[in-house]
């Protein structure tokens, strides 16, 4: 479901210290490090500058292929020392099959580890939640995106919206916005971009970068972005790659 979902950090090394610990025992690894990025799988964390301010009040949860991967992430972290927001357990509020436990990151972001029976292999972002200051503004803005991202509702409340894809799902609820996140869905047809990026702008949203080729991510980068209506980053991108 997602390309990419990239994190602004305030200590780059205390982060990938505890991304490191927690996800080793999710059998996801460091995959790509630069000077700017270490991803691993299709989530990364980046410094955060003046140009990039450090991403806030995002919880993100990460697929966990048997409880006790998700048992041992929790161990992990808390034998480290990092916050403990919620203990490895059933979550039937999410689902019969739910089984998650959280964290929370240097920078205070809720981190979970989840199984359930739709965890896909091969995937290292499940969910991603962000709080919105206006959900009806908020939705609006990604039923705009969905088409062109793969993205379908699946579930719509007053407080709270759900939107699925291939392999995991992003949702919205009411609260204090989520900031300065950067969250990129895959395509392989560059018209998908250009109809993205059009249909996104005619509707009033900030373009933050046109389609084009970006080579200083690699060559045959083809992406676009666009902000939604708290400032996130949203891009759609084409790899060209074989």
């Known amino acids: 479901m997602f390309d990419h979902v990239t994190i602004r950090v305030s200590d780059r090394a205390a982060s990938e210290r505890f991304y490191h610990t927690v996800l080793v025992p999710l059998a996801i690894d460091k995959t790509y490090r630069t ?10 964390v980046a410094a955060a500058d003046d140009a990039n301010p450090l991403t806030r009040r995002l919880h993100v949860g990460f697929a966990g292929h048997s409880r006790d ?5 929790w161990r992990a972290g808390t034998e480290a020392g990092y916050p403990n927001e919620g203990a490895p357990g059933p979550r039937p509020e999410y689902g019969d099959e739910y089984y998650g436990a ?17 965890v896909r292999p091969g995937v290292a972002v499940d969910h991603l ?8 503004a908020a939705k609006a803005f990604y039923e705009t995106v969905a088409p062109h991202a793969g993205l379908r509702l699946a579930d719509d409340r007053r407080d ?12 919205l609820l009411a609260g204090t916005p989520t900031e300065h996140l950067h969250l990129a869905f895959p395509t392989d047809d560059d018209a998908v971009i250009q109809r993205f990026h059009q249909a996104a702008t005619e509707a009033g949203y900030p373009s933050n970068g046109p389609p084009a080729e970006r080579p ?9 972005y666009v902000l939604d209506p708290d400032g996130n980053n949203v891009e ?7």
């Open 160 to 171: 709270r919206v759900r939107f699925a894809g291939d392999g995991g799902s992003f949702s």
């Open 69 to 73: 991967q998700v048992d041992n992430f």
């Open 35 to 44: 000077g700017i990025f270490t991803e691993y799988g299709d989530f990364s």
């Open 236 to 242: 759609i991108v084409n790899h060209h790659r074989a």
């Open 102 to 118: 959280f964290l929370l990151d240097p920078d205070g972001n809720s981190i979970e580890a989840v199984h359930h029976d739709r």
């Open 129 to 136: 939640w962000i709080r919105v200051a206006d959900v009806p």
């Open 216 to 224: 200083r991510y690699h060559p045959g980068y083809y992406a676009a």
